[in-house]
């Protein structure tokens, strides 16, 4: 079965902490994903990387930095969280470059920040 | 450029009737199209895809959708609704070159269903 895990699925710090987000994948697939899902806005995609090392900003990069140095994982980091970055942040991942597959998601980690 | 339209942000249906979401799309290239459910406090999760094979697509729980070109469209339905159906809804659309960025989701239908 495809898994993909994200550490932690509430997480609550204060203003100014730094914030890792880390999602695992155990699907060998090339291409990973963040999004951030907010109320009215769907999902927007923070970065995605697609090999080790690789990675390119999306839609909305800003505050928000990444770290792929294993094929299995993608880490969200967050220099210093600001309570604007309260929200529910998804991982995924798709196999390869085609424009057929889907994405497969983590289970979500919900950030609040104080 | 891609973009994804779904037409009402809630829609309300009893348990037993007709559950229909609505979604269009634009898209430069062929497209493939996705919906995705999400219960609450947790990842989405795939219904059914369209990869221009068959215009009818089947999905999990009972859901299908139809893809039309002519209208751009690509809607949800399923026959009787269940309290399981709960949820909030999502579609999608892929396939421009830059397969990186090419997955753009709707902003969300959430489905009530009521007893």
């Known amino acids: 079965d495809v898994k993909v895990t994200q550490s932690s699925r509430y997480l609550v710090k204060r203003t100014g902490e730094k914030v890792f987000l880390e999602c695992v994948q155990d699907?060998?697939?090339?291409?990973m994903f963040w999004y951030r899902q907010d109320p009215g806005l769907g999902l927007r995609l923070i970065y995605f990387s697609y090999d080790v090392k690789m990675k390119e900003k999306g839609d909305i990069p800003e505050g928000y930095s990444v770290s792929r140095e294993k094929k299995e994982r993608f880490s969200l980091i967050l220099e210093s969280a600001s309570t604007n970055q309260t929200s529910m942040y998804l991982c995924a991942t798709r196999i390869g470059a085609a424009n057929t597959g889907e994405l497969f998601f983590g289970e979500g980690s919900r950030l609040t920040v104080l | 450029a891609q973009s994804v339209t779904q037409l009402g942000s809630h829609v309300s249906v009893s348990e037993g009737a007709l559950v229909l979401l609505r979604c269009n799309y634009s898209?430069?290239?062929?497209?493939?199209l996705f919906w995705y459910v999400q219960y609450p406090n947790q990842g989405l999760q795939l219904l059914l895809k369209?990869?221009?094979?068959?215009?009818l697509v089947k999905g999990i729980n009972g859901f299908e959708a139809e893809f039309k070109k002519s209208e751009t469209s690509f809607h949800l339905t399923k026959p009787s609704a269940h309290m399981s159906d709960a949820a909030e809804y999502f579609c999608?659309?892929?396939?421009?070159?830059?397969?990186?960025?090419?997955?753009?989701f709707g902003p969300g239908t959430r489905l009530s269903v009521l007893p």
């Open positions: 898209s430069s290239v062929p497209p493939y």
């Open positions: 369209y990869t221009s094979a068959a215009t």
């Open positions: 999608a659309v892929s396939g421009s070159a830059n397969y990186g960025q090419n997955f753009v």
């Open positions: 699907m060998d697939h090339e291409n």
